[in-house]
Nanobody, 128 residues
Framework: VQLQASGGGLVQPGDSLRLSCAAS????????MGWFRQAPGKEREFVAA??????????SYANSVKGRFTISRDKAKNTVYLQMNSLNPEDAAVYYC????????????????????WGQGTQVTVSS
């Protein structure tokens, strides 16, 4: 599975961005998918995850983005999105998407070690 993240850019505080993570090589509709971010000088941190559960998808968010970010997937496009609203300078980072074909519980998807495949990252800069 190859993951291609895109959609990053330079925005002002309060603006919105939508990141995309396009998968190729295999259908990822049943994969658990996650978004992580890493700011300069900081460790990579969990942002959001979506997993297949009981015939539908369930999601989870880091507290710092809950209510502002939304993770979703388009099965037909084999793509996962991260809609980011009300961006602030603390959201500036390189954002990475990740995927795993396993079915861990949601709390385990907060750990980057759970993921088998990673995209290359897309830069998000928030500055006035």
């Amino acid at each position: 599975v190859q993951l291609q993240a895109s959609g990053g850019g330079l925005v002002q505080p309060g603006d919105s961005l939508r990141l995309s993570c396009a998968a190729s090589g295999r259908t990822v509709s049943r994969f658990a998918m996650g978004w992580f971010r890493q700011a300069p000088g900081k460790e990579r941190e969990f942002v959001a995850a979506i997993r297949w559960s009981g015939g539908s998808s369930s999601t989870s968010y880091a507290n710092s983005v809950k209510g502002r970010f939304t993770i979703s997937r388009d099965k037909a496009k084999n793509t996962v999105y991260l809609q980011m609203n009300s961006l602030n300078p603390e959201d500036a980072a390189v954002y990475y998407c990740a995927a795993t074909p396993t079915y861990p519980i949601m709390s385990q998807l907060w750990l980057d070690a759970q993921y088998e495949y990673w995209g290359q990252g897309t830069q998000v800069t928030v500055s006035s």
